[in-house]
C-alpha cells in the first residue's frame, strides 16, 4: 500500500491549511481566521505568533472560500484613467493606505479615458465579486450604470460632481474651475487667450465653461487646439510653435495661453524658454492639477490646485462606512479646488 509522498515538511501534497497555521501557532483556527480577516480585533502578540506561522508554513489563504463564508471578499477595485499623473497617483496612494489598514486589498484597473475600456473593466472587475468599486468620473456608459446599480455593490465616483451619482460621489466642479480662472485672469487684465487642450471629457468641460466665461465679457476669438491622448510635452511646445507660426504672438498685449494640464503647460514654457520669449511678458501660461514639478519650473507655474490626497481618503473613507453599515453616510462631497498664482502669470498694469 502506498501514501501521498510527503512534501519538505512532512505534509502531503494536499497544501498547508489554516489548520496547520493554528496548531503551529498554538491557536485556534478561528483566531487565526481573525487575524486574517479582521487583525484589529487580535491581540499583536497573538498577530506576532500567528504571522510566523504563516511565514514558517508559506500558508497563501483562501480567499475565494473565505468570501464564500463570509460573503465578502476583502476586494476593492479602482478604476483611474492614467497612473503617470502625480494627482491621480496620489488619490490611488490615499486609498490604497486607508483600505490596507482596514483589511482590504486594492486591485487597480486603468481606463485610459475611455468609457468603453472602462465597461470592459468593470465586466472582469464584478465578476471578481468586490466588496466595493472606486471609479474616476460620472461619465460611463449606460451599460455600465445600469450593470453596477444591479451589483448592489457599494461604488463611490470621484474627481468630478454630479446630481445624479450611481452610489456617492467626492470630487469638485469642473465647470466652476472654468469659470473662476476665466474671473481670475480677467482680474489681472488679461483680454487675449489661447486654449490648448487633450480630449479628456472633464478636461474639455472646464475648457467649455471657460470659453463661455470669455464670452459674457465680448471676448470670442480664442485660439484653440484640443489633441487626441494623455497631455505631454511634447503638446505644449508643439502648441505654442502652432500659435506663433499664426501670429498671435505678434500683438503688444500678452497672450494667455491656459491649458487643461499643467503637462502640456511645461511644455508651452520650455518651448518658450528655447526661443528666448519672456514669460510672463509677451506670454503667460496657466495649468492645471498642481503637480509636483509645477513650483519649479522657470518661471514657477500658475495653476490650479486639487487635492488629490484628500480625494482618495474621503473616498476611501465614505466607501468603508457603507462596508461597516452606516446608516448616515455622506452621499456626495465637494472638497474643491484652489487658484495657485505664481510667476508665469502677473498682473497687468
Known amino acids: 500500500m502506498t501514501g501521498k509522498k510527503p512534501d519538505h515538511n512532512g505534509r502531503g501534497n494536499r497544501g498547508v491549511t489554516l489548520g496547520d497555521v493554528a496548531r503551529l501557532a498554538g491557536v485556534a483556527p478561528m483566531t487565526v481566521s481573525r487575524c486574517l480577516n479582521q487583525p484589529e480585533t487580535v491581540r499583536s502578540e497573538t498577530r506576532l505568533k500567528v504571522q510566523r506561522a504563516i511565514d514558517q508554513t508559506g500558508y497563501v489563504p483562501n480567499r475565494l472560500a473565505g468570501a464564500l463564508a463570509s460573503s465578502r471578499s476583502r476586494l476593492v477595485a479602482v478604476v483611474l484613467p492614467m497612473v503617470t499623473n502625480p494627482i491621480f497617483s496620489d488619490t490611488f496612494q490615499a486609498i490604497n493606505e486607508r483600505l490596507t489598514k482596514a483589511g482590504y486589498q486594492v486591485l487597480l484597473g486603468v481606463s485610459g479615458y475611455e468609457t468603453e475600456h472602462e465597461q470592459e473593466l468593470l465586466e472582469v472587475i464584478l465578476s471578481r465579486r468586490p466588496d466595493g468599486i472606486i471609479l474616476t468620473g460620472t461619465l460611463h456608459t449606460p451599460a455600465s450604470r445600469h450593470r453596477l446599480r444591479a451589483s448592489k455593490v457599494p461604488v463611490v465616483e470621484t474627481w468630478d460632481l454630479s446630481s445624479e451619482p450611481i452610489d456617492m460621489l467626492v470630487g469638485f466642479s469642473h465647470e466652476k474651475v472654468g469659470r473662476d480662472v476665466a474671473r481670475d485672469l480677467l482680474g489681472k487684465g488679461y483680454r487675449r487667450f489661447a486654449l490648448l487642450a487633450v480630449n479628456d471629457p472633464r478636461g474639455l468641460r472646464r475648457a467649455d465653461s471657460f470659453l463661455g466665461a470669455l464670452s459674457e465679457q465680448g471676448i470670442v476669438d480664442v485660439p484653440r487646439q484640443v489633441w487626441e491622448g494623455l497631455p505631454t510635452l511634447a503638446h505644449g511646445r508643439a502648441g505654442l510653435v502652432a500659435l506663433i507660426d499664426?501670429?498671435?504672438?505678434?500683438?503688444?498685449?500678452?497672450?494667455?495661453?491656459?491649458?487643461?494640464?499643467?503637462?502640456?503647460?511645461?511644455?508651452?514654457?520650455?518651448?518658450?524658454?528655447?526661443?528666448?520669449?519672456?514669460?510672463?511678458?509677451?506670454?503667460?501660461?496657466?495649468?492645471?492639477?498642481?503637480?509636483?514639478?509645477?513650483?519649479?519650473?522657470?518661471?514657477?507655474?500658475?495653476?490650479?490646485?486639487?487635492?488629490?490626497?484628500?480625494?482618495?481618503?474621503?473616498?476611501?473613507?465614505?466607501?468603508?462606512?457603507?462596508?461597516?453599515?452606516?446608516?448616515?453616510?455622506?452621499?456626495?462631497?465637494?472638497?474643491?479646488?484652489?487658484?495657485?498664482?505664481?510667476?508665469?502669470?502677473?498682473?497687468l498694469s
Do not use: W
Request: glycine residues 10%; aromatic residues 4%.
Open 246 to 347: 499664426s501670429g498671435a504672438l505678434s500683438s503688444d498685449a500678452p497672450l494667455m495661453i491656459v491649458c487643461t494640464s499643467d503637462t502640456i503647460a511645461h511644455g508651452v514654457l520650455t518651448e518658450a524658454a528655447a526661443r528666448g520669449i519672456s514669460v510672463p511678458g509677451k506670454l503667460a501660461v496657466m495649468g492645471f492639477g498642481d503637480m509636483n514639478f509645477a513650483a519649479y519650473t522657470y518661471p514657477s507655474l500658475s495653476t490650479v490646485r486639487i487635492d488629490g490626497q484628500q480625494m482618495g481618503d474621503s473616498a476611501a473613507l465614505m466607501l468603508l462606512e457603507r462596508l461597516n453599515g452606516a446608516d448616515d453616510v455622506e452621499v456626495i462631497k465637494d472638497i474643491g479646488f484652489s487658484l495657485i498664482d505664481r510667476d508665469s502669470t502677473s498682473k
